[in-house]
T-cell receptor, first 114, second 113 residues
């Protein structure tokens, strides 16, 4: 079975500063990786995905993530954050050829300070 | 693409009552998923359907929970004899195929009095 660890429950960042949200996963097989964002009282919105190919993945709203197989990581980055980026961010994994449900981390609350 | 729709958005009920939630997926998606999210946690997988067939159920889905997708379109999730621990946000998602990105609805928040 796979698992996901998001190392930081909360990350405060000043507006226009860069940010990195960390995600590590554990799985005995190859995986697909996802980052989702959740605003208060809403469902999850897909930011980006890694299915195969280039390990650097670009998503919506200026976010990108890099898949590192040797370190089993999929960290999310943005070079310059805005107040509107304040939200909860979830990393998720599913196993290639395996069960289809996503396994999520506990989330990282990104707090943008003016 | 009208998105995934869930009803109701909020449900308040007394312990011991039965509740039913509905999910309407994106129309061309044949996979439909249910998740549960408690406060401060990430969503936890409950079950999923491919068309009308329920293909996987998590151990979290106790005997009091039942999900259906009778015609391969909308789905319902019923919880019988609700307990305090059932209080959570219940999220529905759909996808075009397996291991493709899942699109989530806004969820149904269940509160047990």
């Amino acid at each position: 079975a796979q698992s996901v660890t998001q190392l930081d429950s909360q990350v405060p960042v000043f507006e226009e500063a860069p940010v990195e949200l960390r995600c590590n996963y554990s799985s005995s097989v190859s995986v697909y990786l996802f980052w989702y964002v959740q605003y208060p009282n809403q469902g999850l919105q897909l930011l980006l995905k890694y299915l195969s190919g280039s390990t650097l993945v670009k998503g919506i709203n200026g976010f990108e993530a890099e898949f590192n197989k040797s370190q089993t990581s999929f960290h999310l980055r943005k070079p310059s954050v805005h107040i509107s980026d304040t939200a909860e961010y979830f990393c998720a994994v599913s196993e290639r050829g395996g069960a289809d449900g996503l396994t999520f981390g506990k989330g990282t609350h990104l707090i943008i300070q003016p | 693409d009208t998105g995934v729709s869930q009803n109701p958005r909020h449900k308040i009920t007394k312990r011991g009552q039965n509740v039913t939630f509905r999910c309407d997926p994106i129309s061309e998606h044949n996979r439909l998923y249910w998740y549960r999210q408690t406060l401060g946690q990430g969503p936890e997988f409950l079950t999923y359907f491919q068309n009308e067939a329920q293909l996987e159920k998590s151990r979290l889905l106790s005997d009091r929970f039942s999900a259906e997708r009778p015609k391969g379109s909308f789905s319902t999730l019923e919880i019988q004899r609700t307990e305090q621990g059932d209080s959570a946000m219940y999220l529905c998602a759909s996808s075009f195929a397996g291991n493709q990105p899942q699109h989530f609805g806004d969820g149904t928040r269940l509160s047990i009095l």
